[in-house]
């Protein structure tokens, strides 16, 4: 390998650039869990679309999901879509 086809690989690779979302606070994320969780706002917030128009349509899945959020909440702010 010649010294010129290394010294071209590193510039190339040096650009790269990852986007890591910022995370969610958590007190937010839970007071909205706790007062709208139904109408899945808690989703929205943390940027899980779907399944927050499906809160939304369904009362969070008949109040069920909405007590699965409690724990889930945790999750959806450390990693938000």
Known sequence: MH????AAIL???AQVVVM???RKSLLVGYL??????LLGVH???T???VTGILWLLTGGL???GWLLDAILTFFMCQRPK
């Open 11 to 13: 510039p190339a690779m």
């Open 47 to 49: 940027g899980r679309w």
């Open 3 to 6: 010294a010129a086809a290394g």
């Open 20 to 22: 890591v979302p910022a």
């Open 62 to 64: 008949l109040g069920v």
């Open 32 to 37: 909205l869990w706790f007062f709208l969780g």
């Open 43 to 45: 989703r929205f917030y």
